[in-house]
């Protein structure tokens, strides 16, 4: 469940109205199921690391049950899965697998 350092989303078009209200900002995407332990054992850990970078970056998680349409549309096949998106939407990093150590370098590297 996100805390009041992450956005749920469901749809690109909330993913647009992020990147219209935030220009100058990269964000970050948990694409996550309810039903993945992995998953379940880094929600915290990617709430943690959105309230320790916030204002620096955008946090954002995604179920893909939920946001099937926008999972599919970004290529998610793997949970947990991090995506790293520019302030334009491009895609600039991705790590799929559950490394807090990997995802905690993820958010050093991409705030801003």
Do not use: Q
């Amino acid at each position: 469940m996100p805390s009041g350092n992450t956005i749920e989303i469901a749809s690109k078009e909330e993913l647009v109205d992020l990147l219209s209200e935030n220009p100058t900002m990269n964000i970050i995407i948990d694409f996550y199921a309810t039903w993945c332990g992995p998953c379940r054992l880094l929600g915290p850990i990617f709430e943690n690391l959105a309230e320790k970078h916030a204002g620096k970056i955008i946090a954002i998680k995604v179920d893909v049950e939920e946001g099937e349409d926008l999972s599919n549309e970004m290529g998610i096949s793997t949970m947990p899965t991090f995506l790293v998106l520019d302030s334009k939407g491009n895609k600039i990093d991705e790590m799929v697998g559950s490394s807090k150590d990997k995802l905690a370098a993820l958010f050093t590297k991409y705030s801003c």
